[in-house]
């Protein structure tokens, strides 16, 4: 056998030998590029933990933030409601008491709290509207704070007034007090508002990966599928 034939049939057998060493990092490398070009991060276990995999870990913990950063606004301004209902100490309901010396007034604080809880809810509402608002319309972070901020305010006065007013006329001896419902009103309100546009941000800036991407309209800054 000539040295030609020899050398040939070494470099065949290393390149065997090459092949069939190929390290997991390198099957693990060709496996992520024919499921779709990505390389997995180096050095990182790829194994399902308690939320998943890595990468369905790393979703999960942006849906996270985005909620608790969303319903955190929400929360100030349902709290703040309630501190300034204390603080302005304006009633809406009162009782009428007949007694044998005639009749007096007295508070209602219990039926006043249920109508700062319809308020509250809201306050809740105002957090959802910004937060689609933001994401849904394609304007600027101004005009979309503002159209959020009236759109909440305007339906929580609508729903706390309405709702309070009617709240009254099922309850015997009830009497509604017309100024503590409309200033009361007015400041969940403003509230309202201000958890609007609060939304807003959160939804442009902590909003997760994907989010609203199975909406019917692309949002700001996305290309629908039809263009």
């Known amino acids: 056998m000539s ?3 020899s050398t040939d049939e070494s470099e065949s057998d ?3 030998s090459v092949e069939e060493e190929e390290t997991p990092e390198a099957e693990e490398a060709a496996e992520a590029e024919e499921a779709g070009g990505a390389e997995p991060r180096a050095g990182r276990d790829q194994s399902p933990g308690f939320l998943g995999t890595p990468a369905e870990s ?3 913990k ?3 933030k985005f909620v608790a950063a969303l319903l955190a606004v929400a ?4 709290g703040l409601a309630f501190f300034l209902y204390g ?3 304006e009633a809406i309901y009162s009782y009428e008491i007949s007694n044998q010396f005639g009749s007096t007034s007295a508070s209602a604080v219990g039926m006043d709290l249920i109508a700062m809880n319809i308020g509250g809810l809201g306050i809740l509402a105002g957090a959802v509207l910004g937060a689609y608002f933001g994401w849904k319309l394609d304007l600027a972070d101004d005009l979309t704070f503002k159209a959020a901020a009236v759109c909440a305010a305007a339906g929580t006065f609508a729903m706390m007034f309405l709702a309070g007013f009617l709240l009254s006329m099922g309850i015997d001896n009830l009497d509604i007090e017309f100024a503590g419902l ?3 009103s007015i400041v969940v309100a403003i509230l309202a ?3 609007g546009a609060g939304g807003v941000w959160v939804a442009r800036n902590q909003s997760p990966t994907g989010f609203g991407e199975d909406l019917d309209s692309p949002g700001p800054g996305k290309v629908s599928p039809s263009d």
Request: a negative charge.
């Open 3 to 5: 040295s030609e034939d």
């Open 14 to 16: 290393d390149a065997e």
């Open 58 to 60: 790393d979703l999960i």
């Open 62 to 64: 942006e849906w996270v």
């Open 75 to 78: 929360g100030a301004g349902i």
């Open 87 to 89: 603080t302005i100490e």
């Open 182 to 184: 409309i200033i009361n």
């Open 193 to 195: 508002g201000l958890v």
